[in-house]
């Protein structure tokens, strides 16, 4: 190991979270079905920013405000209250360019409070469909990086693992690495790298949404790398797209 390299954790749950150094470290959220790549497609398709939230209470009290988006999900359906849900194929141009997104999901807004709560003072949003963003962004910062799966109620699950691998297998170089969950999931990426989209049906996740509301083409777009290649960063409570 080199000292001179800043070090990689990956944290497979966010009930694990408070086991990680945050404070001045690069925390990335990743929540792959679907809040991460949702935050990715509207900012890449012009949104001004967005408002993570933790209540749909607080999504539409803030969106009403402000004349925003409410959107977000409870377990996986849109949430009660709500007009606009958490797919990232509804945030066309057309309907959020230069508009506010306030947005509340079950797992990935959570995390990212709780990633507050723990000192993060640099936060990013990470999804297939940014990966190559996220990953420069990491090499550039040359920081600590915490790698945080928003799972599933506190649960672990493989789409976030997945793409924990996906960016541990690029910036690996650069990092040094000494953590099993971190082996883990690039072990899990290097086996299904070619194939995330076929191997898809094999996550518990994916049922929920396909099997219940059919939402393959979502699952397509989260698992595509670098469909909507912006970097969003968390700055004064809001989300917005960092330039390198």
Same mark, same amino acid.
């Given at each position: 190991?080199?000292p001179?390299?800043?070090?990689?954790?990956?944290?497979?749950?966010?009930?694990?979270?408070? =086991?990680?150094d =945050?404070?001045?470290?690069?925390?990335?959220?990743?929540?792959?079905?679907?809040?991460?790549?949702?935050?990715?497609?509207?900012?890449?398709?012009?949104? +001004?920013?967005?408002?993570p939230?933790?209540?749909?209470?607080?999504?539409?009290?803030?969106?009403?405000r402000?004349?925003?988006?409410?959107?977000?999900?409870?377990?996986? +359906?849109?949430?009660?209250?709500?007009?606009?849900?958490?797919?990232?194929?509804?945030?066309?141009?057309?309907?959020?360019?230069?508009? &506010?997104?306030v947005?509340?999901? &079950?797992?990935?807004?959570?995390?990212?409070q709780?990633a507050?709560?723990?000192?993060?003072?640099?936060?990013?949003?990470?999804?297939?469909?940014?990966?190559?963003?996220?990953?420069?962004?990491?090499?550039?910062?040359n920081k600590?990086v915490?790698?945080?799966?928003?799972?599933?109620?506190?649960?672990?699950?493989?789409?976030? &693992?997945?793409?924990?691998?996906?960016?541990?297998?690029k910036?690996?170089e650069?990092f040094?690495?000494?953590?099993?969950?971190s082996?883990?999931?690039?072990?899990?990426?290097?086996?299904?790298?070619?194939?995330?989209?076929?191997?898809?049906?094999?996550?518990?996740?994916?049922?929920?949404?396909?099997?219940?509301?059919?939402?393959?083409?979502?699952?397509k777009?989260?698992?595509?790398?670098?469909?909507?290649?912006? =970097?969003?960063?968390?700055?004064?409570? +809001?989300?917005?797209?960092?330039?390198l």
């Amino acid at each position: 190991m080199q000292p001179n390299k800043p070090t990689l954790h990956t944290c497979f749950s966010p009930s694990l979270l408070h =086991l990680y150094d =945050l404070t001045d470290a690069v925390v990335v959220i990743i929540d792959v079905f679907r809040a991460t790549s949702t935050i990715a497609a509207a900012l890449y398709n012009g949104a +001004k920013h967005i408002i993570p939230v933790d209540s749909v209470a607080k999504a539409i009290e803030i969106s009403k405000r402000i004349d925003g988006v409410a959107a977000g999900e409870r377990d996986g +359906k849109l949430a009660e209250g709500l007009q606009h849900g958490n797919s990232p194929l509804e945030y066309h141009k057309d309907f959020i360019e230069n508009k &506010t997104l306030v947005l509340t999901t &079950t797992n990935g807004t959570k995390l990212l409070q709780m990633a507050l709560d723990n000192n993060a003072k640099t936060i990013i949003t990470g999804s297939f469909p940014n990966l190559t963003a996220v990953c420069n962004f990491l090499i550039t910062q040359n920081k600590n990086v915490v790698l945080g799966c928003a799972g599933w109620k506190d649960r672990f699950n493989l789409e976030d &693992t997945l793409f924990a691998g996906a960016v541990i297998n690029k910036v690996k170089e650069q990092f040094i690495i000494h953590c099993d969950s971190s082996l883990t999931a690039e072990l899990l990426y290097e086996q299904h790298k070619n194939s995330l989209v076929d191997f898809a049906p094999n996550l518990t996740h994916y049922h929920r949404l396909v099997e219940r509301f059919g939402l393959i083409e979502d699952i397509k777009f989260c698992l595509t790398p670098d469909g909507a290649n912006v =970097l969003p960063l968390y700055e004064d409570g +809001k989300l917005v797209s960092f330039s390198l």
